[in-house]
Nanobody
Framework: VQLVESGGGLVQAGGSLRLSCAAS??????MGWFRQALGKELESVAA????????YYAESVKGRFTLSRDNAKNTVYLQMNSLKPADTAVYYC???????????????WGQGTQVTVSS
């Protein structure tokens, strides 16, 4: 499966961005978003099962980020609201046949998209 992220950019604190991840190839996968800030480890942000019934959010983004998917378009969306400078990172989309919340549980990764939140 190939994954292509889009939607990153520069936004002021309090603003919103929507990241998209388009999948090609076999697409019956759970999907996750992860991020890596400069000098920090990769961390989980959110995950969604193939059906969309199960979702996970890191505590740091709960209530601000919403993950959804449109299986007809093979695309997942991460709506990010009330953004903070601490959200600045490279965001990666990933896919797994099962369902998980940790980076090690994902087999396929996109190239990443930069999100920068200015104060």
């Amino acid at each position: 499966v190939q994954l292509v992220e889009s939607g990153g950019g520069l936004v002021q604190a309090g603003g919103s961005l929507r990241l998209s991840c388009a999948a090609s190839g076999r697409t019956r996968y759970a999907m996750g978003w992860f991020r890596q800030a400069l000098g920090k480890e990769l961390e989980s942000v959110a995950a969604i099962s193939w059906s969309g019934y199960s979702t996970y959010y890191a505590e740091s983004v709960k209530g601000r980020f919403t993950l959804s998917r449109d299986n007809a378009k093979n695309t997942v969306y991460l709506q990010m609201n009330s953004l903070k400078p601490a959200d600045t990172a490279v965001y990666y989309c990933a896919a797994t046949e099962g369902y998980g919340t940790r980076p090690s549980e994902y087999d396929y990764w996109g190239q990443g998209t930069q999100v920068t939140v200015s104060s």
